[in-house]
């Protein structure tokens, strides 16, 4: 019989998540390199985004979607679990902090943001399953 919350495949719900979200930030990435003024517009409104902001954004994003794909595939990796989570709250926190002080975003960008990027509810549901997998969880389910 299969764990609670597993597939038949062995991957949590959760895994296969964040493997979407990972692969929805990997398109953010090649955005970010290949075409950064319609990611700024998209991002930032009228904010003008060059190249180099671009590539930047580009790097950031692909090393958070490898982040991202390394934890679904090892839900059990406690320090992996946290800092793909902290990324989650990090990325979110700079786009808020972009909306409320800075203003160089919208509402409208930052709802965007957290329904298609998945953060929020990557933050949420990591939150819920904190310690749902690894050997302690393992364990507390045999007893």
Not at 24 to 40: C, D, I, K, Q, Y
Request: proline fraction near 3%; hydrophobic fraction near 50%.
């Amino acid at each position: 019989m299969a764990a609670a919350g597993k597939t038949k495949g062995g991957v949590p719900a959760l895994g296969w998540w964040l493997m979407a979200v990972a692969t929805v930030r990997l398109g953010l990435t090649w955005s970010g390199f290949f075409n950064p003024a319609a990611l700024g517009s998209a991002t930032y409104g009228e904010a003008q985004m060059t190249g180099v902001h671009g590539r930047t954004f580009g790097v950031w994003t692909l090393l958070s979607c490898t982040l991202t794909f390394l934890c679904a595939l090892n839900l059990d990796n406690k320090p992996l679990y946290a800092t793909t989570f902290m990324s989650f709250v990090y990325a979110y926190s700079h786009f808020l902090i972009e909306n409320l002080v800075y203003q160089t975003s919208t509402v409208a960008n930052l709802v965007t943001y957290a329904i298609v990027a998945g953060t929020l509810t990557s933050i949420v549901w990591m939150l819920l399953q904190w310690n749902s997998h690894g050997p302690r969880a393992a364990n507390n389910k045999q007893h």
